[in-house]
């Protein structure tokens, strides 16, 4: 197909708005503030003075969970009745047994805060399943 240009003139400004509107989306752009909540927050832990509980969850599992923090980031971490598949990771050595099937998990690099250790546990779950 062949095309010849006769002569040149500007679109309507009806058709540039339109065009304009398509380009850009629907109106004037917003911005959102995202709700900054604590990842312990974000997955149903609850906090009580120094002491929080909830679980370590998963796509493979979820476990019982307290963490205790005695300041600064001096924090102990516990996991309640570790699995099979837990006791035989790597990891395992890093399991103090406390009482009645609760175990402390030790970590070789402090975590920063409660949120970056319950993620820690978490990913150490993912491990000894995947």
Same mark, same amino acid.
Not at 27 to 44: A, D, M
Not at 67 to 85: A, D, K, M, T
Not at 102 to 120: E, F, K, Q
């Given at each position: ?37 604590? /990842? ?6 609850t906090?009580?003075?120094?002491? /929080?509980?909830?679980? /370590? ?7 019982l ?32 047994h ?30 000894? /399943?995947?």
């Open positions: 197909m062949r095309v010849k240009i006769t002569g040149e003139r500007s679109a309507p400004d009806s058709l540039r708005e339109l065009i304009s509107r398509m380009a850009r989306g629907r109106g004037p752009s917003v911005t959102v503030q995202r709700q900054e909540l604590p /990842y312990w927050q974000e997955r149903g832990w906090r009580n003075a120094n002491a /929080y509980t909830g679980r /370590y969850q998963t796509q493979y599992a979820s476990f969970g307290e963490v205790v923090q005695h300041g600064g980031n001096h924090i102990e971490f516990f996991l309640y009745r570790p699995s099979e598949q837990i006791q035989n990771h790597s990891h395992w050595a890093c399991f103090q406390q009482r009645d099937g609760w175990y402390r998990v030790h970590m070789g690099r402090r975590p920063a805060d409660v949120s970056s250790g319950i993620l820690t546990i978490e990913r150490l779950i993912t491990e000894a /399943y995947a």
